[in-house]
């Protein structure tokens, strides 16, 4: 029984270990951002264009 719940203990130390890896381990500065993007997004709207969804 005491075998069980270690192997449980561990397995479930290797699951918290692979979600904190996958979340913190990224760019230090936080994601890149599109300047293309964001330049599309400041322009004006003249009417011309179709909506955005």
């Known amino acids: 029984m005491g075998l ?3 192997e ?6 290797v699951f918290i270990l692979i979600i ?7 760019r ?3 994601e890149l951002h599109d300047d293309t993007e ?6 004006p709207d003249d009417g011309r264009s ?3 969804p």
Do not use: H, N, V
């Open 4 to 6: 069980i719940l270690l």
């Open 8 to 13: 449980a203990l561990a397995a479930g130390l």
């Open 50 to 52: 179709p909506p955005k």
């Open 20 to 26: 904190w890896w996958t979340m913190f381990s990224g």
């Open 38 to 43: 964001a330049e599309a997004d400041r322009a």
């Open 28 to 30: 230090s500065k936080g």
